[in-house]
């Protein structure tokens, strides 16, 4: 499971510990996407995760190369748009908006909407992809939801590459049975982040 970290789903001083929780019971991965701060807090955001959360859990900067540059993350996770441009040096190396991630030796992640941007993915290379938005969701609530036979028909696409297929959006415990079978794992904001009790809202989830 993917956690996607958003501050504006839970008090303040509950932020760290459900992250923290989330570590602990059974999250691998927490993407930290505050997309709302500067560089220096994100960084600060991210060494105090860092020391509170499970040694195992990855963490992986959401589109900030520069943060991501200068803490070291486990990985970064970009758009589609902005993976293509570096993956194609449309970017100038010179600048803090550029990684080598034809040579990555961290994880990488890319968002994608729709099977054209999956084939494009393909034609380059990355650790695994996001696949959205699946179900309705509050944070997409006026576009329509991409549904079932989209991540069937992705699931097809990559079943001989080595990137993963990450499903996301409006994922709940009451729907995640319904697409186990054509995604490698789950990406989730709302339900965790938002949860009073983290190790039930997983194991809710039941992925094992």
């Given amino acids: 499971m993917y956690l996607i970290t958003n501050r504006h789903l839970c008090k303040y001083d509950r932020y760290i510990e459900v992250i923290k929780e989330a570590s602990y019971c059974g999250v691998k991965n927490i993407i930290l996407r505050e997309k709302d701060l500067d560089n220096n807090e994100l960084e600060n955001l991210y060494l105090k995760i860092k020391k509170n959360i499970n040694k195992d859990t990855k963490i992986i900067i959401n589109s900030n190369i520069e943060v991501f540059k200068r803490v070291d993350a486990d990985g970064i996770h970009l758009p ?15 600048t803090n908006e550029y990684i080598d991630i034809k040579n990555f030796n961290k994880i990488l992640g890319v968002s994608t909407h729709s099977i054209k941007d999956i084939v494009e993915v393909l034609k380059r290379n990355a650790d695994y992809i996001f696949l959205s938005h699946i179900y309705e969701t509050k944070c ?3 576009l329509k939801p991409k549904g079932i036979e ?7 696409l990559l079943t001989n590459s080595n990137i993963k297929l990450i499903a996301l959006g409006g994922i709940t415990p009451s729907n995640v049975k319904y697409i186990v079978d054509y995604c490698d794992d789950i990406a989730v ?13 997983i194991n809710e989830y039941n992925l094992d």
Avoid: Q, R, V
């Avoid at 989209?150 to 097809?156: M, T």
């Fill in 189 to 201: 904001m709302s339900t965790i982040m938002s949860s009073k009790n983290i190790e039930k809202t």
């Fill in 140 to 142: 997409k609530e006026n």
């Fill in 80 to 94: 589609f748009d902005k993976f293509i441009d570096i993956y194609d040096e449309k970017n100038k190396k010179d």
């Fill in 150 to 156: 989209i991540l069937k028909e992705a699931n097809s």
